[in-house]
C-alpha cells in the first residue's frame, strides 16, 4: 500500500489560471439548482487549496458549501485562505474527506469534483450513492484530465519503469484506465436515470518561463513520485534532471512560450425531478 502524496498547495497554485479555466467552464454548463426558497447545498469533493470552491459562491451567493479533501495541507490552506460567511450571505467550510470512501451525510443540492476523481479507482461506482443523495432535481458535475496519453503524462511513466526506478516507482502512476471515456459515463449515468451532458475539451495552454512543463506537473502527476522519493534528495534531483530533458524535447519553447496541450473530460447528470 502506497501512502497518499504529499501536496503542496503552493506549488499547485503556481498555474491557478489555467486550472481554474475548465472548472469554469463546467460551471457554465451546470443548470439551476432545485433549492427554491432556500439555500442551495453544495458539497465540492477535492476540493484542494479551496480557490476553485469559492467560485462556487460567486454562482450561488447564499449557498452553505462544503470542500472535501483528505490532503490536510491542502485543507489547512483552504480553511486560512477561504473558510467563513461568504459576502451573499452563504458559508464555506472545509472537512477532510476521502473521496475513495465519501459518503453523503446530508442531502445536496449540487456535487461537483474538479480535477480530483481520476485518483480513486473505480470512482465510477460511487455514482449510484452520491445521487442518492442529491434532492430531485440535483446535480452531479465533475471534470477529470484525459490527458494520460500525453507526452507529459506517457514519459513520465515511461521513465518510472527504467531499470534504475522500476522497483522504486514502477507501480506509482495512474494509466489511462484512471477515467473512463467519455461515452461510458455518459452511459452509466444515462443508466442510473440522469438527464447527463457529457463532453471534452483539449486546451491549449501557452505557459511560460523555464521548464514550465515540468514545473506545471510538479503540481499534480509528479506528486506520488516526490512523495515516494522524498526522504532520497539525491534521487530526486536525480529523477527531476531526467524527466525534465525528456519533457524538453517533447515541449520545445516557441517565440510566445511552450504549448502544453492538456485535454479534460467533463460531465453534468442531474437527478429527475
Known sequence: ????????????????????????????????????????????LGCGAGNVTALL???????????FDNSPEMLQRAAKEYAGPTPGGGRLDFRPGDLADWTPEEPY???????????????????????DALAPGGVLAFQ???????????????????????????????????????????TRLLGLGCEVDVWETTYCHLLTGEDPVLDWVKGTGLRPVLTALGDDPE???????????????????????????????????????
Not at 459562491?57 to 470542500?67: C, H, N, S, V, Y
Not at 514519459?155 to 461515452?183: F, Q
Not at 530533458?245 to 504549448?259: E, F, K
Open 235 to 273: 534521487a530526486v534531483d536525480a529523477f527531476l534532471a531526467q524527466y525534465r530533458d525528456l519533457l524538453r524535447a517533447a515541449y520545445p519553447p516557441g517565440p510566445h512560450g511552450t504549448v502544453f496541450p492538456f485535454r479534460r473530460l467533463f460531465a453534468v447528470a442531474r437527478k429527475a425531478g
Open 109 to 131: 443540492d449540487l456535487i461537483v469534483s474538479n480535477a480530483a476523481l481520476q485518483w480513486v479507482p473505480g470512482h465510477a461506482d460511487s455514482f449510484p450513492g452520491w445521487l
Open 144 to 186: 477529470v484530465p484525459g490527458n494520460f496519453v500525453a507526452p507529459s503524462h506517457r514519459l513520465l511513466r515511461d521513465l518510472c519503469t527504467r531499470p534504475e526506478w522500476r522497483d522504486r516507482l514502477g507501480d506509482y502512476l495512474r494509466g489511462p484506465a484512471s477515467v473512463l471515456d467519455p461515452a461510458e459515463y455518459l
Open 57 to 67: 459562491a460567486d454562482r450561488w451567493p447564499d449557498a452553505l458549501i462544503t470542500g
Open 1 to 44: 500500500m502506497h501512502s497518499a502524496p504529499t501536496w503542496d498547495p503552493q506549488q499547485y497554485l503556481r498555474h491557478s489560471g489555467h486550472r481554474t479555466r475548465p472548472f469554469l467552464d463546467l460551471l457554465a454548463r451546470v443548470p439551476d439548482l432545485p433549492a427554491a426558497g432556500r439555500p442551495a447545498r453544495i458539497a465540492d
